[in-house]
Nanobody, 121 residues
């Protein structure tokens, strides 16, 4: 199983970005996909998670309303739409796969390489 995150970049405050996480070698055990982020000097933080059917979604409370996670089974890809970005959203964003829609990093067993998001003020 391999995860490839992409879509990061530099954006001004108030702007939007859509991150993608393409999976290869997907198996039945990959029930859930999650997005996490990590800023320099900070712990990895839960952002959002979804199951592949899209029937279960979970968001960090502080990000509800601005971030939307979605899945495309045909493309084996999960997306994270991020709107109204602020400098506090600056971080490396990681996608991961696991057996449950969970908020803790330890629940996910395969991680992508991360994509950098930088929001300028």
């Amino acid at each position: 199983v391999q995860l490839q995150a992409s879509g990061g970049g530099l954006v001004q405050a108030g702007g939007s970005l859509r991150l993608s996480c393409a999976t290869s070698g997907r198996s039945f055990s990959m029930y859930a996909m999650g997005w996490f982020r990590q800023a320099p000097g900070k712990e990895r933080e839960f952002v959002a998670a979804i199951n592949w059917s899209g029937t279960r979604r979970n968001y960090a409370d502080s990000l509800k309303g601005r971030f939307t996670i979605s899945s495309d089974n045909a493309k084996n890809t999960v997306y994270l739409q991020m709107n109204n970005l602020t400098p506090e959203d600056t971080a490396t964003y990681y996608c991961a796969t696991g057996g449950v829609v969970a908020t803790t990093p330890s629940s996910y067993y395969t991680w992508g390489q991360g994509t950098q998001v930088t929001v300028s003020s």
